[in-house]
């Protein structure tokens, strides 16, 4: 895959995961939005998920997830969008984003909200991290022995 | 025989209205949120989902609520939902090594590379009720004391007052601090791996078959292994909670060891057609058991078989009962003899679906007036003609929804 | 796969149905009665189900999206072959070898795979087979010869002259659909017009 396109990927990935806050204060930087129309509406629907048997084995179908997506079209660029659940306003928003990521004049201002948006989710994750990482068991008594044979 | 039957609607009608009286309860108590259903009663939600077998949290919590915290109820109402939205394909498959764990504890190795992770458990925990988290103090308290101790536990900085319920989105958890200092969590490589360097585990590999799928046709027994996970993971909990039970009672004996158990946050990734690459979709939450199990020899290298379990969501006592029926069912595979009814496996996955089973067990409650008419009139002709053959019911009539 | 391909552009996806239930509905009821009264030609004017001109033929690009998906995955004729991404994108309709697909559409006779390759369906799913969408088959040259068809959906039996249709694609169509319930079942395409031909209309020479 060339760089430009998983750039796009990073791109899309990125505001997938984003919250439906992050994404409506992200859209509100590009106001007054260009004109733009839906190539696919946003939608919801269903993708049945794969596992592997021992996480490495055969595919397996595990159970489905609810999502939803939207295509839209702005100064002949286009722009998908997908989020978790029944939320056809987050995969809107983010149609529109990767949208401008392909607008030239537009991309600069994307890239950095994009900056933005992956740092608040960092943040948060970490937070989450250290607080999880506080439960791990320390046995004081026996080496923490990674490279000792167990 | 299907026989007609008029009326009732304005009974039924009654009813309805009774049932969502009955669902709100008291007026004087606040209404309950979909937003506290879903992150205060969470890990009912997560079983709604997993046995609903649709993974969409504001769905599910919504569902129980309407089944008013009725289970079994709520995760049909989610069955019947997921029929309503189009179909689109398959996920790429997870990654679960590379989930972003909440918990990882292994019953095998005490310090496994990673570290053992409790995460927020019940284990170690008082089984006794925590009367503070309740609504109102026990007894009255001596004056003066009143003021400080009115029983509602700290105040996270910032929160309403009870009764002023508020939304909260996914991701936003009540009692976040910002400034939680100390390491995060490392990589965590899969437990198993450790065995399998030595070779004393059975390896497992993808053969790139495109795996069946219970939700599109129908398939004869037995079912591959594949086919049996995915029955699996949306089966009743409680139905192989038992079943894994009765293995470790003797119904057919695994000796299980718990390799690895884990709860973690996976990617969805979506191959779009009109991308022609992979995307992220979605996270989910998946818990994730593995077990090692009694070895079998292998032209006299014998080494220890497995179990997996895998179950969306945050649903530790399933995947680990999962684990354990899922090793059990594979008897006939290393030649054991089915002993138990957790490793027959026509009677496992005939007979987990909770949904299924609710139906078909629900509709003998329904009108059966002309069958047992008939059944009636057959005993009352046996009395009168005593030498008859009769030995009880006659054949069962049970045409589906027979009046 | 081209860049192009991969990304999609505005040509390549285009729009689809102008009312995704209501021209879904309109075109399926289309295909229903071209079915249920076989070789007599229904008017409509599947044009206007669309928000665009689909880059095929509009009652062809209308019976894929209300009748293919997935699952029922079709082949596409080479001059129809452009017409993959935007029937993927509006239809997630999966494009196989004609000898796999559930739906065949083929712009024309002399692009049709022979129809002894195409699934027949067995004993115990004659519903597993494929159905043959066919254009330029209603407009063209007018054969020649003429048939009675007959069957159920046809009361008295009914005078046919096929154009665009070779005497010889008729002729392999009976061999093939006297297998019966095994069988493949065809719609004739043409300018706002459909025709069915079940596999249980039979076709004799008038």
Known sequence: MDLELNARRLRVDALSLATREDLEEAIAAFAPLPPFSYLREPESGIVMVRARVGGTGKLFNLGEILISRCVVEARGKLGFGFAAEDDLKSAELAALLDCFGEIASLADKLEAVLRALKAKRERRLEAESRKIAKTQVEFFTLARGDDEPL | MYVAVKGGEKAIKSAHALLSEARRGPLDIPEISQGQIRHQLGLAVERVMAEGSLYAPKLAALAVKQARGDLVEAIFLLRATRGTFPTWGYSEPLDSSAARAKRRISGTWKDLPGGQILGATFDYSHRLLDFELGDVARHSRPLGEAEEARGEGPRVPGEREPGQAREREPGETGAQEPGETGPSLEALPRAARILLGEGLLETESDDGETPGDLTRRTYPFPYSRELRLQSLARADEGFLLSLAYSTQRGFGSTHPFVAELRIGTVKVEFWAPELGFPVTVAEMEITECETVNQFRGNGGRPRFTRGYGLVMGDNERKALALAMVERALRAPEYEEGVKGPAQDEEFVLSHGDNVEAYGFVSHVKLPHYVDFQAELSLLRSLRENPGGTGDGFGEEGDGDGAL | ?206
């Open chain 3, 1 to 206: 796969m081209s860049r192009s391909e991969m990304l999609g552009n505005f040509r390549d996806l285009g729009l689809g149905f102008k009312d995704p239930a209501l021209s879904a509905q309109a075109a399926f009821r289309a295909a229903l009665r071209a079915f249920a009264a076989p070789a007599l030609p229904v008017e409509m004017d599947f044009a206007s189900l669309f928000q665009a001109p689909p880059p095929l033929p509009a009652e062809m690009a209308a019976l894929a999206l209300v009748l293919a998906d997935g699952e029922a995955s079709v082949y596409l004729s080479p001059s129809l072959k452009d017409a993959g991404t935007y029937l993927s994108f509006h239809g997630g309709v999966a494009k196989v070898a004609p000898e796999e697909a559930f739906f065949v559409f083929a712009a024309a006779e002399a692009e049709a795979p022979p129809l002894a390759l195409l699934r027949q369906g067995s004993e115990k799913a004659p519903d597993e087979s494929a159905t043959l969408i066919l254009g330029g088959a209603l407009t063209g040259k007018e054969g020649g010869v003429k048939y009675w068809a007959s069957g159920p959906g046809i009361k008295e039996p009914r005078l046919w002259a096929p154009r665009g249709l070779s005497a010889s694609f008729l002729a392999e169509r009976g061999e093939i659909v006297a297998a019966y319930p095994l069988g493949i079942d065809i719609f004739l395409t043409g300018p706002n017009l459909l025709m069915g031909l079940p596999r249980t209309t039979l076709l004799e020479r008038a």
